[in-house]
């Protein structure tokens, strides 16, 4: 038998008797699926790319965990456990699958209201539209210069700069949504030129789905419009400085240390980096 017939088969064993049926298998990932209260619970078993080893996941579609959330135990490591042969094979996928039965199955259970009104709220959220996505992508560097020179922020720390970023958000809190996106498009300009002086990066617009992101090496693209349309719905304009930081130490970190070991003058692989990151 092969090992993709041997997951699936033991997975259904295992699983089958708690309602999970399985769903598909896309790089190297079994899913067994069952649904709860119109939440899609979900037992994944991945496997390496380049071994011969399997690791756990179980996710809710709102909670996502591996064996430590499942366990709740920081030391627990059973992730990516090797096999030799298909006796082995079958003990590790078992072993894991143990979790699911001690842990696993009383977690989603115990992160099931959690993910419901996190589900609500995903349904109330209010969407950048692709005219507002657009104009951020054509007009930013307008929008930011008009913003600089409207309030004669010219020598302003990163820090005030933030601080006048929130007071503006604050300003249009509770406003109809159609009032304040000219607003929103203009604070993101600001929020995203600052991001990309401190970190590097551009501007880039998907023609394909219509949305404009700050596309930041080492770092996910950011739809920084978006992130404010949230924050400002949300009315917790604190979250921008919060939001800001955030996403700058994930970069800060990983560039200091990578420097710290290979000199001052590291940068990313030209294969990796479409830019240079600045000096930090």
Same mark, same amino acid.
């Given at each position: ?133 657009? /104009? @951020?992508? $054509? %007009? &930013?560097?307008? =929008?930011?210069? +008009? ?7 010219? /020598? @302003?720390? $990163? %820090? &005030?700069?933030? =601080?006048?970023? +929130? ?114």
């Amino acid at each position: 038998m092969g090992k993709k017939s041997i997951v699936i088969e033991v997975m259904k064993k295992r699983l089958a008797p708690y309602g999970f049926q399985y769903a598909d298998y896309e790089g190297y990932r079994w899913r067994f699926s069952r649904e709860v209260d119109g939440l899609i619970q979900s037992v994944v078993i991945q496997k390496s790319y380049h071994g011969n080893d399997y690791t756990l996941e179980m996710d809710n579609g709102y909670w996502f965990g591996r064996s430590r959330e499942i366990t709740d135990d920081p030391n627990c490591r059973l992730d990516f456990l090797p096999f030799h042969n298909e006796e082995e094979q079958i003990a590790v996928l078992n072993r894991l699958l143990d979790l699911v039965e001690q842990y696993g199955l009383n977690k989603l259970e115990e992160k099931a209201e959690e993910a419901k009104e996190t589900k609500k709220e995903m349904e109330e959220w209010l969407y950048p539209t692709s005219e507002m996505y657009k /104009k @951020l992508y $054509e %007009e &930013n560097t307008v =929008l930011t210069k +008009k913003f600089i020179e409207q309030h004669n922020a010219y /020598k @302003l720390s $990163e %820090e &005030n700069m933030l =601080l006048l970023i +929130k007071k503006e958000l604050e300003k249009v809190k509770g406003e109809p949504y159609k009032a304040v996106q000219d607003k929103l498009i203009e604070l993101a300009s600001v929020y995203g030129n600052m991001f990309i002086k401190k970190v590097g990066g551009r501007w880039d617009h998907r023609v394909l789905n219509g949305i404009t992101s700050v596309d930041i090496t080492l770092l996910r693209q950011c739809d920084i419009l978006k992130d404010l349309v949230r924050i400002w719905q949300r009315e917790d304009a604190e979250l921008i400085i919060n939001d800001y930081y955030n996403n700058c130490n994930k970069i800060i970190k990983w560039v200091r240390a990578c420097r710290k070991s290979h000199g001052e003058d590291w940068q990313p692989t030209s294969g990796y980096a479409k830019w240079k990151v600045p000096p930090m």
